[in-house]
């Protein structure tokens, strides 16, 4: 299984909502990603898990939350969005950190109102 | 701080071309160099991945160059297809950074 699955593959949520998206790899990578697209724009890292420990974190606004449950799952967690967070974000996978390839999943279209 | 552009931004090619987008970066301390191609609104594909002791790795129609001293990548295309349509982005790996993405190349293949 060389998939990374997200879901929702869609969510609208108004800006006072909490919610989450959700990140699950079963290829026995440890290093796990969260990124941020705007359209036409290429992905902005926001943060990177190793080994289930936060490794990096870029200077991301605390209305985002990660949290890394366990090896093969990653969850980012939405409080208090403003509409500028309408983008794609993507989570992606890796075997070590940085230095393997990445497996990307779909994506999760999050549109906030 | 790594830089990664991309030329050209845009690209339209009849089908059956082939042809070749460029990648530039500042800081040559990489660990690898990855290009990717995604689909509107959609995740990210690895197309190839070459670590920095590489020089080139090929996939069926595709191959992708390295050369570290110079801070340039290719990647080369063979007689492109309609499917082969999308942005391609170029990412570094390594150093401080983390990893950097290009802008990408918007390709378009006319039928």
């Known amino acids: 299984d060389t998939e990374v699955t997200q879901t929702p593959k869609h969510l609208v949520m108004g800006m006072t909502n909490k919610k989450s998206l959700k990140c699950e790899q079963h290829?026995?990578?440890?290093?796990m990603y969260w990124y941020k697209q705007k359209a036409k724009k290429p992905p902005e890292l926001m943060f990177v898990?190793?080994?289930?420990?936060?490794?990096i974190n870029e200077s991301v606004p605390s209305r985002f939350s990660p949290e890394c449950p366990n090896s093969s799952l990653l969850n980012l967690h939405l409080h208090a969005l403003q509409p500028e967070d309408s983008a794609l974000y993507l989570c992606?996978?890796?075997?070590?950190?940085?230095?393997?390839?990445?497996?990307f999943g779909p994506g999760t279209r999050l549109t906030v109102t | 701080k790594q830089e990664v552009t991309q030329i050209p931004a845009a690209l339209s090619v009849p089908e059956g071309e082939n042809l070749v987008l460029n990648c530039s970066f500042t800081d040559s301390a990489i660990y690898n160099l990855q290009w990717f191609r995604q689909d509107p609104g959609k995740g990210l594909t690895s197309l190839l991945l070459i670590q920095s002791s590489q020089r080139e790795q090929t996939s069926g129609r595709l191959n992708a160059s390295l050369d570290k001293s110079s801070g340039r990548s290719t990647l080369y295309i063979a007689a492109s297809q309609p499917g082969d349509s999308a942005t391609y982005l170029c990412v570094v790996g390594g150093g401080a950074d983390g990893l950097t993405f290009g802008k990408g190349t918007h390709l378009i293949i006319q039928p």
């Open positions: 290829m026995g990578h440890r290093a």
């Open positions: 992606a996978s890796s075997q070590g950190f940085l230095d393997y390839e990445q497996y």
């Open positions: 898990y190793s080994y289930e420990k936060l490794s």
